[in-house]
T-cell receptor, first 113, second 114 residues
């Protein structure tokens, strides 16, 4: 069973702080990884994806991937109350998987003023 | 360009009833997916399709059926609804080629089976 596990929440950080969200995956064949944000009652929206080991930055968001440790993380700098949402980590397996994703259970983030 | 649309937004079913959840995308995407999301959980893949006439099972296909007669539409059929199918259902699509992994989600259908 291919699994994606996220750090248990909820996570609460003050406004302006760095929020760190973590994810591990069991399938060593997984090739690409995604972070989605989901506001309450809404559909998931893609924040970032990462394929290669190391860091990938996009504005206030940085995704980190360590394939040897099977670990993915998302850092949110200068957290804002509008970042309060559930964050979903997802992994795509190798080969011809037609974009099929395995999702983690999500981590609820609350940014308080 | 409406993206991915789903109908209905909300539905209550009695045990044993059947219904079809509709999903349409106007982005000419080849790949389409159906997920369910139970409270406090991530998304589980029910079925997916790589093009018109081609469908395959995901993680949790039991109790559901799909068809894909056109590129735009990917309906999900629930036969003999059970309380365990109470969930939020999301349809998604992704383009072919290098960007196939970027999935665009519809607004969801909330289903309650009583």
């Amino acid at each position: 069973q291919k699994e994606v596990e996220q750090n248990s929440g909820p996570l609460s950080v003050p406004e302006g702080a760095i929020a760190s969200l973590n994810c591990t995956y069991s399938d060593r064949g997984s090739q690409s990884f995604f972070w989605y944000r989901q506001y309450s009652g809404k559909s998931p929206e893609l924040i970032m994806f990462i394929y290669s080991n190391g860091d990938k930055e996009d504005g206030r968001f940085t995704a980190q991937l360590n394939k040897a440790s099977q670990y993915v993380s998302l850092l949110i700098r200068d957290s804002q109350p509008s970042d309060s949402a559930t964050y979903l980590c997802a992994a795509r397996g190798g080969g011809t998987s037609y974009g099929k994703l395995t999702f983690g259970q999500g981590t609820i983030l609350t940014v308080h003023p | 360009n409406a993206g991915v649309t789903q109908t209905p937004k909300f539905r209550i079913l009695k045990i044993g009833q059947s219904m079809t959840l509709q999903c349409t995308q106007d982005m000419n995407h080849n790949y389409m997916y159906w997920y369910r999301q139970d409270p406090g959980m991530g998304l589980k893949l029910i079925y997916y399709s790589v093009g018109a006439g081609i469908t395959d099972k995901g993680e949790v296909p039991n109790g559901y059926n799909v068809s894909r007669s056109t590129t735009e539409d990917f309906p999900l059929r629930l036969e003999l609804a059970a309380p365990s199918q109470t969930s939020v259902y999301f349809c998604a699509s992704s383009p072919p080629g290098a960007y196939q992994e970027t999935q665009y989600f519809g607004p969801g259908t909330r289903l309650l089976v009583l």
